[in-house]
Structures are given as C-alpha cells and as structure tokens.
C-alpha cells in the first residue's frame, strides 16, 4: 500500500503540470475546487475541470475560484444515453488533446467510466480515480464495471481503508494504489477562530439544552437494485431516519435534549425523503424535540454549538466526521466505510452500528454523559485530523503523485497509439455495453 504522508517533500516540476479533474456533478463538490485551487495557488499547476451541468453550487464555486470548466453530459442511465456514450468519450479525448494535460483525475463514477476511456484513447500520461465514496464497489454491477476499466488508469486512488480492500478484492495490486483522504480546508474549521452560532437563543430554548446535531444533504431514497448496495435498498444514505427513531431512546434518557436535523433536500427525489424523515417526526410526535434547521452557511459555527455531532450513514466514506473532529466536537458515527478511519472508538469518538436507533441512541447518550472525556475525544480528533485528514495533506500528496508518475511517463498525446487504442476500444466498449 502506498499511503503518503503529509510531510513529504516534494520537488516541483521543470514546468507547470496541467491537471484536469472530472466530477459528474454540478452541484457539491466543494472538495473538487478545494483540491484545484490548492493545486494551483501552492504547487503552480494549470488546472481546468469537467463539470456535469451548465449551473449549480458547483459552478458558482469554480467562478468565484476562477478555475476554467467545461460543461459534459456523463448520463448513461438508458439505452439511448449508452449509445451515446461513445460520443462523449470521443469529445473528452478531444479535450484532452486540445489542451494538453498532464494529469487527468476524475472523481465519480460516471465520470470515471468516461474518464478512462477517454484519457486511455488520448494517451494522457496520467489518468487517475479518486474513489469519492466506496459506495459503487458495495454494489454488485458497478463493482463489475470499475474491475473491468480500472485497468486503464495509471493509478487509483482510494479515499478511506474499506476502499482500499475493495480495490484488492477487484485484483488492484498495492503499487497501482496511493490512499488520499479527501481533506476539507482546515482553516474554516478551526474552535479558535470562529464564534458558537446562538442556536439556543434562536430557538428560544435554556442555555444549558443539550444540542445533538446531523450535518448533511438529504437525498434520494434509493431503490433495489443491483446497481445500490443491499444495505441502500428503500432507505437515504445519510441514515436521517434512523437518527429520528433514536430520538425517543435518547429523550427516556435526557427529556430535554434537542435534535438538530441541518441540511438540504438534494434536488427533488432528496426533497421527497426530506418529507418523508419530516412525517416521520410528526407520526412519532416527536415535533417539539426534532428540529430541521434547513441549510445553514455557519456550518462550522453550528458545529461548535453541538454537544454532539452524528454521523449515522449507512454507506459513507469520511461523511461530516472531519468537520466535527475539526471543530473538537464529541462525534458518534456509525461503524461504515471510512468513518471507522476518522472516529476512532473511544479514542475520537463511539462508533455505533449502522441502521441501529437503540445502538445509535446508546452511543448518544453515552456521549452526552461523557463530561470531560467526551471533550477529551474532541480535542484528540482535532489532533489526528490535523495530522492527516486536511486540504494541506491531500493537495500535497496529490502532487507528489502527479510529479512521480509523470516523470515515469515521458511523452503522451501519441497519434498511433491513440490509433491501435481505438481498435482495441471498440470490442472492449460492446462487450461493456452488452453486460449492462
């Protein structure tokens, strides 16, 4: 396994590295225009992106970063958009060619696929997957396509351990791995610099109201399928729902705490589970203890607020671990993914079992009652994220791989072998296209 530390030093380049990242997105994303910028401001790279979508979050955020995007359709949800596919393959190899890059990253799944195609048929000299979740290798048909294209990249790069074994379990040997954690900037979360949002004097509640608090989007409930988890079938990934039914095992115990539901619907299918987390409040008749905030852009001064942050995912990576660690809050996190990496059990939090209320509410509680020592775990979160698990130390790591690999791969953009790829493309594409 190669995992690199934050402290490698590394030489720059003769000259800039152009570098590419793809997400099949245009909203979120934030970690994407963190990682760019960084790579730019810091390290000197010329970078560009492919976004999903002509407006969004994400966009805006580009714009205000004055990072060049351009706008591709990574959809191959039917039949028609799969015939399609070669199209936008063809387009993005063009625009690789046409700019020269060096370095091409993509993100989620649908880009991935996209991406390697397209970057394997340009001759980009480095072509890299950076695993945003580990939710598409839990499920059997897209964990069957990523082993049947990864072979394309230069190198994968897995975000959390789980990952990381999942990558072996499709036959990835370790040298063809480097884990990257997803880093958020740590300067906008830092106890010192920022207030404690007044969360109780909005409200109208007693200073000394005990604040448990979830921070995330809401989205879609997912259906069956072979293309979701088992674990997904009919539930929302950031497990809401069972935050709710722990609620009435965590007010047995502590009749005044107050639940802090913060977040957003995530388009129209994750507004239709955000009303349905709300009916199940009210049929719990848990109204006046359960609270949907809505979105709040003092995220990081709400954080401070809490007694306790939850992260109660069902699939995950590092989810809102990291900010809440950030912010030394006690954090109770559900033992999936990569949260196992981030909370540490009894050390920068408790872990509880995934799609457990009872579990879930016990971990809560113990939290709440935990004094010092729950201060303690904070305080030691904070360090290990500091360590670890910033902006600093992914855009560090990120270009120490770029250069090494780089410097392995002299050339590129080679008109004949983009040629015999081609050939070799169209088979391998059928075949693809027929197993889906």
């Known amino acids: 396994m190669t995992q690199l530390a934050h402290d490698i030093s590394v030489e720059p380049p003769a000259r800039k590295l152009k570098v590419c990242h793809i997400v099949a997105s245009a909203e979120g994303g934030r970690w994407m225009v963190e990682q760019l910028r960084d790579l730019r401001d810091v390290y000197g790279c010329e970078v560009l992106a492919v976004v999903g979508g002509e407006s969004g979050g994400l966009i805006d955020s580009l714009r205000a970063n004055n990072i060049p995007y351009h706008v591709e359709n990574f959809s191959f949800g039917s039949v028609r958009t799969i015939l399609n596919l070669p199209f936008t393959i063809l387009r993005q190899a063009r625009l690789f060619r046409r700019e ?43 964990f069957w396509v990523d082993r049947a294209t990864c072979w394309m990249d230069s190198m994968l790069i897995p975000t959390c ?165 950030l912010m030394e809050r006690p954090t109770v996190a559900t033992r999936v993914g990569g949260l196992v990496d981030t909370v540490r059990d009894g050390e920068t939090g408790i872990l509880v079992e995934p799609s457990n209320p009872r579990d879930l509410a016990r971990g809560i509680v113990q939290m709440l009652r935990s004094g010092e020592q729950g201060h303690a775990m904070g305080r030691a979160g904070r360090k290990l994220m500091l360590e670890r698990f910033t902006l600093r ?34 088979p391998v594409f059928a075949y693809l296209t027929g197993r889906y």
């Open 100 to 142: 020269r890059v060096d370095v091409v990253q993509s993100h989620l799944f649908f880009s991935m696929v996209v991406t390697r195609f397209a970057g394997w048929l340009a001759d980009v000299p480095v072509r890299l997957s950076m695993y945003a979740s580990p939710f598409h290798l839990q499920a059997p048909l897209s």
């Open 161 to 325: 351990q789980l990952t990381m074994d999942l990558c072996r379990e499709m036959g990835v040997k370790d040298e063809r791995m480097a884990m990257i954690y997803y880093g958020p900037d740590e300067s906008r979360f830092d106890p010192v610099k920022f207030e404690t949002a007044r969360i109780r004097e909005e409200y109208g509640w007693p200073t000394d109201t005990p604040l448990v608090g979830q921070i995330a989007f809401f989205y879609a409930k997912l259906p069956k399928s072979r293309w979701i988890p088992e674990c997904m079938h009919e539930r929302g990934v950031k497990g809401f729902d069972d935050t709710v039914r722990a609620a009435p095992y965590i007010l047995e115990e502590i009749p005044n705490a107050k639940i802090l539901l913060i977040g957003s619907a995530w388009g129209e299918p994750g507004q239709e589970h955000l009303d349905y987390v709300k009916e199940l409040v009210r049929s719990l008749n848990l109204e006046d203890s359960v609270v949907f905030t809505g979105y709040r852009a003092d995220a990081n001064e709400v954080l401070k607020a809490l007694d306790v942050a939850v992260q109660a995912s069902l699939v995950e990576c590092l989810g809102g671990t990291i900010e809440a660690l």
């Open 393 to 426: 130390s992914t855009a560090k790591n990120l270009f120490e791989v770029y250069t090494r690999l780089r410097s392995k791969r002299r050339g590129g953009y080679n008109l004949l072998l983009s040629f015999w790829r081609m050939l070799l493309a169209i």
